[in-house]
C-alpha cells in the first residue's frame, strides 16, 4: 500500500486498497505461486485499520491469559450462518481478541473472517441499550421492567380482545438462539393465539425452504462440510461468496487450488469469484430458470443424465424432460446472454464430474419467481445424480448466523411449529395443544412481508419486533416508515435504539450473542453452542428471559431456569431436534441436524439412502420462463436493472458493524457499481455523485465505475450509511414470490443521472468519517 492510498479515507480509500487487492490475487494467481484472497486479509486488516493500542490489547490478552488474568470462552459467531466458531478473549466486561481453537471449529478451523474476528467495537457501545424505555408525549423515559412488560401484555391484550389474535403481528429474529426463537413461536401461538409470526428469512431464503421442502423434502443444505472441502465441481449461482460467506469461499478456492476442481460461476456481475472459477457466465438478472433449464435439457439431449439415479431415486422425470425442451441453447442465450459454448461446456462438466455441488443464495432467491430458480436448481442436481453422496448435493448458504435454526428450524414462520411441523395438520396441531394445554390456531398465519401488507390495510394493528430492523432491511422504506408509524402499538426488542425501535411505544434491552448462552445452527445444519462471555450491560436481559416473562405476565408460567431447560422442551417436540442437548453439544463441540434420539451421530449428509418424502423418493417439477416483474430492460424512463447486496466488511443495517471504526475506514458511505460504458454514455466519472431513481424514490449515491456490473446493471449496497443512502427507499413491496412471499429486491427499475457539480458539492455524506465509528442508528 502506498503512502497516497494510506492517507485516502472513507470511499475512497476503500476503493483504492479494493481495486490493489483484487490486482494482486489475480498477480498472485496468474504465477501461480501464491494463493491469497480477501477474507485471509484479517490480519493485514487489522494492521491497516487498528490503532496500535488495539492491536497491543489483543496480542496482551494472549499473554495475560497464559498468566490467567483473562477469561476465555468458546462460542459461536453472531454474525453469518457459516458458524464458525472461535475463543474468545475477554477482560473486565471488553472483548479483547478472537482466536479459532480448531479442536472445537468443525467448520471453520484456523479460519475467520474480519467481522468474527474483529468487529466487537458495538459490545461496549455508550448507545446499547441498557434499560426498557416507555414513550410518553413522544419522549423515551427510562422504565422499570416491571412497567415495561406491564405495559406491552396491557396494550397486546387490549388489541387481541377488540380486534381478535389475529390483528397482533410478531417478527421472531435470526440473530437469537434457537432457545429464544422456540419461545417467541410459544409465546405467538400459546399465549397471544395467532400463526402471524415470522422471521427475515422470509426476506432471504424463503424460496429456498418452499422448493427444497417440495422436491427433497428438508428446506435445508443437503451437504456437508467435507463436499465443500472436496466436490469435483461447484455451480456457484447468484452468491457473492468471498465477501458474504468468506470462510466457505477459502474452503472452495482451496480446493480448487490443490485439486483442480471446477467451479462454475453464474452471476451478473464479475464478482472476485469469477476470479478462480473454471468458467464465469455474465447472466442477465431475473432468468436464472432460463440457464438451469438450459443446462438440464443439454445434459438430458446428450444422454449425460444418471438414468440410473433417476429411476430409483425420484420421480417427475418425463414431466421435467418434456419441460425443458424450449430451452434451447440459442434461447438460453437470447434470454440470459449466456453462450451456447459457455452453456455446453457447463453442462458436460457437471454432468460428467464424480461429484458435484450446486450453491446459490440471493441472487437466486430474492426474485418474484425464487422458488422456481430453486427448484430448477434441484432438478438439475437430481437428474445429474448429484444428491445424497457424500461429497455431492444442494448447498445454499443461509445468511444469518441463526437464520436456519432460529429462523427456521424453531418455527417461528406462519405455518410451521418447531421442526417444520405443519401447524395445518391435525394430528401436529393435538401435540403441541397437549404440550402447551391450550387450543392452537389451525390456519396458517402472515408472513412478514404479508403483517406490512396487512398493517396498511388496518388488519394488523400492533406488533411485537425482536432483533430486526425492517424499517431498512424490508422493502420500499417510506411505504414501511407509513405502516410502522400508523401502528396502534409497537414493541421492540433490540440491543440498540434502532431507527425501527425509535418508532416503538416501548424498547426493551436484550443482550448480544456473546453475552448469552444457547445454540445457534449453521448453515450446513450444525447445531453448536453459544456461551456468555462478556457481561451485559445495564438491565440488558437474554432474548429467552425476556420472552419467559411477557408470556408470565399473561398468566402463562413456564419456569424455565436456563437455556439447557428449554432445549430439553425443544428435543420432546421436535423429532430433527430429539438428541440435540447441551450436555452432548458440550462434548461432542457440534451436531448436525437430524438427530432422532440420544444415541444419534447427527446426519452432515442428507438423503444418502432415501429423500424426506413419503414415497421416500426426490420429486422434480417442470418451471417455465419467468422473468422479473420489476425489470423491463427496455423501459425508455427506467432502462437499467438495480440489483442490491452485500459488501464484506459491512453486515445489514450496519448495527453493530458500523460501530466498527477499522470497518468504517473501508466503507462508510452508500456507492453504486456502474460499468465504464454506461458512466460515459451518461456522463457520470468515477467517484461523483449519482442520483439514482425507482418507481418509488431516488437516492444520491457516490459512482463507482467498475467493470464488475454488466452495461445494463448497476449495484448498490443494501447497507445503512445514512439516512438518505438506503437502497431500500427504491425496492418494491408488491412483487412477491407466490409461494414464499420473499420481495424481488434484487431487480429494480432504474434510472441514474449525474448530480450537478454544484449539488454535489452539498450531496448528502450523512456519516461522514467521524472517527469514532457511531452513528446515530
Ligand atoms: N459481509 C456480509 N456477509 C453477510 C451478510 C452481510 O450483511 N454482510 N449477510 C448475511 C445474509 S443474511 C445473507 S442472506 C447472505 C447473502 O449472501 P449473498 O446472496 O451472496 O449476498 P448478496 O450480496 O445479496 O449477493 C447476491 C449475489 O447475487 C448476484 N445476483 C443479483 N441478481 C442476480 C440474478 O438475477 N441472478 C444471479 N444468478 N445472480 C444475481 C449479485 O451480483 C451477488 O453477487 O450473506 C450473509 N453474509
Ligand atoms: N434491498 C435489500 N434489502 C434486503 C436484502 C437485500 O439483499 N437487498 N437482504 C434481506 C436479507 S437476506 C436479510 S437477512 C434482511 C436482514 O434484515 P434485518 O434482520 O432487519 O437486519 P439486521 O441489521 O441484521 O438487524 C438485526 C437487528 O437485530 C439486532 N440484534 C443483534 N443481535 C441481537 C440479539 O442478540 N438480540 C436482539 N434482540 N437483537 C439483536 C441488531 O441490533 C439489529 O437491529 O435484510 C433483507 N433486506
Ligand atoms: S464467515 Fe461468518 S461465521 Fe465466520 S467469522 Fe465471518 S461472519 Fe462469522
Ligand atoms: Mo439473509
Request: hydrophobic share 40%; aromatic share 24%.
Given at each position: 500500500m502506498t503512502d497516497d492510498d494510506t492517507e485516502k479515507k472513507g470511499v475512497a480509500g476503500f476503493m483504492s486498497r479494493a481495486k490493489e487487492q483484487a490486482q494482486s490475487t489475480t498477480e498472485k494467481l496468474e504465477d501461480g505461486s501464491a494463493f491469497e484472497a480477501l477474507e485471509h486479509a484479517a490480519e493485514s486488516f487489522a494492521a491497516n485499520t487498528m490503532s496500535e493500542g488495539k492491536l497491543f490489547e489483543t496480542a496482551d490478552a494472549v499473554s495475560d491469559y497464559r498468566l490467567k488474568d483473562v477469561d476465555v470462552t468458546d462460542t459461536t459467531c453472531g454474525y453469518c450462518a457459516v458458524g464458525c466458531r472461535f475463543d474468545i478473549y475477554s477482560k473486565d466486561g471488553e472483548v479483547l481478541g478472537v482466536r479459532p481453537n480448531p479442536e472445537k471449529a468443525p467448520i471453520n478451523g484456523i479460519s475467520t473472517c474480519v467481522k468474527g474476528k474483529f468487529s466487537y467495537e458495538y459490545v461496549n457501545s455508550e448507545d446499547r441499550l441498557t434499560q426498557p424505555l416507555i414513550k410518553e408525549n413522544g419522549e423515551f423515559r427510562e422504565a422499570s421492567w416491571d412497567e415495561a412488560i406491564k405495559r406491552i401484555v396491557a396494550e397486546l391484550g387490549r388489541i387481541k380482545e377488540r380486534h381478535g389474535a389475529d390483528a397482533l403481528g410478531v417478527i421472531s429474529s435470526s440473530r437469537t438462539s434457537n432457545e429464544a426463537n422456540y419461545l417467541m413461536q410459544k409465546f405467538a401461538r400459546q399465549v397471544l393465539g395467532t400463526n402471524n409470526i415470522d422471521n427475515c428469512n422470509r426476506l432471504c431464503h424463503s424460496p429456498t425452504v418452499a422448493g427444497l421442502s417440495q422436491t427433497?423434502?428438508?428446506?435445508?443444505?443437503?451437504?456437508?462440510i467435507d463436499a465443500f472441502e472436496n466436490a469435483d465441481c461447484y455451480v456457484m449461482a447468484g452468491s457473492n461468496t468471498t465477501e458474504a460467506h468468506p470462510v466457505l469461499a477459502t474452503k472452495i478456492k482451496q480446493n480448487i487450488k490443490d485439486n483442480g476442481a471446477d467451479a462454475f460461476v453464474f452471476d451478473p456481475r464479475k464478482i472476485q469469484m469469477a476470479q478462480f472459477a473454471t468458467q464465469y457466465s455474465r447472466v442477465k438478472p431475473g432468468y436464472d430458470t432460463v440457464w438451469i433449464n438450459g443446462l438440464t435439457r443439454y445434459i438430458i439431449e446428450n444422454d449425460l443424465h444418471d438414468e440410473e439415479f433417476i429411476e430409483e431415486r425420484t420421480v417427475g422425470f418425463e414431466e421435467v424432460k418434456e419441460g425443458v425442451e424450449k430451452f434451447t441453447p440459442e434461447f438460453v442465450e437470447e434470454k440470459t446472454n449466456v453462450p451456447p459454448e459457455e452453456l455446453k461446456n457447463a453442462a458436460e462438466t457437471i454432468a460428467k464430474a464424480d461429484s458435484c455441488v450446486f450453491c446459490w443464495t440471493l441472487g437466486l432467491t430474492e426474485h418474484s419467481h425464487g422458488t422456481e430458480n430453486v427448484i430448477s436448481m434441484a432438478n438439475l442436481a437430481l437428474v445429474t445424480g448429484h444428491v445424497g453422496t457424500e461429497k455431492s448435493g444442494l448447498a445454499p448458504f443461509r445468511g444469518q448466523n441463526n437464520v436456519q435454526g432460529g429462523g427456521g428450524d424453531m418455527g417461528p414462520t406462519p405455518g410451521n411449529f418447531p421442526g417444520y411441523q405443519k401447524v395445518t395438520t391435525d394430528e401436529t396441531r393435538e401435540k403441541f395443544e397437549d404440550a402447551y394445554g391450550v387450543d392452537l390456531p389451525d390456519k396458517r398465519g402472515l408472513t412478514v412481508t404479508e403483517q406490512f401488507l396487512a398493517a396498511d390495510d388496518d388488519e394488523i394493528r400492533g406488533m411485537f419486533v425482536q432483533g430486526e430492523n425492517p424499517i431498512y432491511s424490508e422493502p420500499n422504506l417510506n411505504h414501511t416508515d407509513e405502516i410502522i408509524t400508523g401502528l396502534d402499538f409497537l414493541a421492540v426488542q433490540d440491543i440498540f435504539l434502532t431507527d425501527t425501535a425509535k418508532h416503538a411505544d416501548v424498547v426493551l434491552p436484550a443482550n448480544a450473542s456473546v453475552e448469552t448462552n444457547g445454540t445457534f445452527t449453521s448453515s450446513t445444519r450444525h447445531v453448536q453452542l453459544v456461551k456468555r462471555a462478556v457481561d451485559p450491560p445495564g438491565n440488558a436481559k437474554p432474548d429467552w428471559e425476556i420472552t419467559q416473562k411477557l408470556a408470565k405476565r399473561f398468566?402463562?408460567?413456564?419456569?424455565?431456569?436456563n437455556p439447557s431447560e428449554i432445549m430439553d422442551e425443544i428435543n420432546e417436540l421436535t423429532p430433527i431436534y430429539a438428541g440435540i442437548t447441551h450436555e452432548r453439544l458440550e462434548i461432542e463441540g457440534s451436531i448436525p441436524w437430524p438427530c432422532w434420539d440420544e444415541d444419534h451421530p447427527g446426519t452432515p449428509n442428507l438423503y444418502l439412502d432415501e429423500f424426506n418424502t413419503d414415497d421416500g423418493k426426490a420429486h422434480m417439477f417442470p418451471t417455465d420462463v419467468s422473468g422479473p416483474v420489476e425489470a423491463d430492460m427496455d423501459d425508455e424512463e427506467f432502462p437499467l436493472a438495480l440489483t442490491t447486496g452485500r459488501v464484506l466488511y459491512q453486515y445489514h443495517t450496519g448495527t453493530m458493524s458500523n460501530r466498527e471504526p477499522g470497518i468504517r475506514s473501508y466503507t462508510d458511505e452508500l456507492f453504486a457499481e456502474i460499468h465504464p460504458a454506461t458512466a460515459e454514455k451518461l456522463g457520470i466519472s468515477d467517484e461523483e455523485y449519482v442520483k439514482v431513481t425507482s418507481r418509488a424514490d431516488s437516492i444520491t449515491v457516490l459512482a463507482q465505475v467498475t467493470e464488475r456490473p454488466s452495461e445494463d446493471v448497476i449495484f448498490v449496497p443494501m447497507h445503512y450509511f445514512g439516512d438518505d443512502g438506503i437502497a431500500n427507499r427504491l425496492t418494491d413491496a408488491e412483487h412477491l414470490d407466490p409461494q414464499a412471499h420473499v420481495p424481488e429486491y434484487k431487480v429494480t427499475d432504474v434510472r441514474i443521472t449525474p448530480v450537478e457539480s454544484e449539488s454535489a458539492q452539498s450531496a448528502p455524506n450523512p456519516v461522514a468519517a467521524d472517527g469514532n465509528g457511531q452513528n446515530d442508528n
Open positions: 427433497v423434502g428438508f428446506g435445508a443444505a443437503s451437504s456437508g398468566g402463562y408460567d413456564w419456569g424455565f431456569r
